[in-house]
């Protein structure tokens, strides 16, 4: 971790502490207090990112589980639902296809196969989004990562 990444983690951690000490009404029980501060420190996590955006998600997480504020179970049943994780892998995968260069490899072949004309590259688009779809179910991921 560079010296700029630890100064925003170190900023991030002073301003969940802050919250987290900070006199509040009455009307706030302690323990919604103190979720509003892990809370806070996070969505400033994810505006600086000291680390990527997952990573700053489960320290969240887990300062939650680990100071008490809820319980684990709590804590993890978000990740019980399957819509979540299949969403977790419609970016992996799409990711794995820009690293690899895979979506870019058979764009080309597509394009090389019928790009003729600005017409014909309009449907290699098309066709290569089409043909990558089974392997991306989001099409988010598909269109703003691949093609």
Known sequence: MDAGKKK???????????????????????????????????????????????????????????????????????????????????????RAFIKSGLGRRISFLIIKAIGKSSLTLGYAITLADFVMSPATPSSTARAGGII
């Open 8 to 94: 925003r983690f170190a900023a991030v951690i002073i301003f969940g502490l802050i919250l987290w000490f900070c006199p509040h009404t009455e009307a706030i029980t302690e323990v919604a207090w103190h979720l509003f501060a892990i809370f806070a420190a996070t969505i400033l996590g994810f505006i600086l990112q000291p680390m990527p955006i997952g990573a700053v998600a489960f320290i969240g997480v887990t300062m939650a589980a680990l100071t008490g504020v809820v319980t684990v179970g709590v804590a993890i049943s978000g990740y019980g639902n399957s819509t979540i994780w299949l969403i977790v892998c419609a970016f992996l995968l799409a």
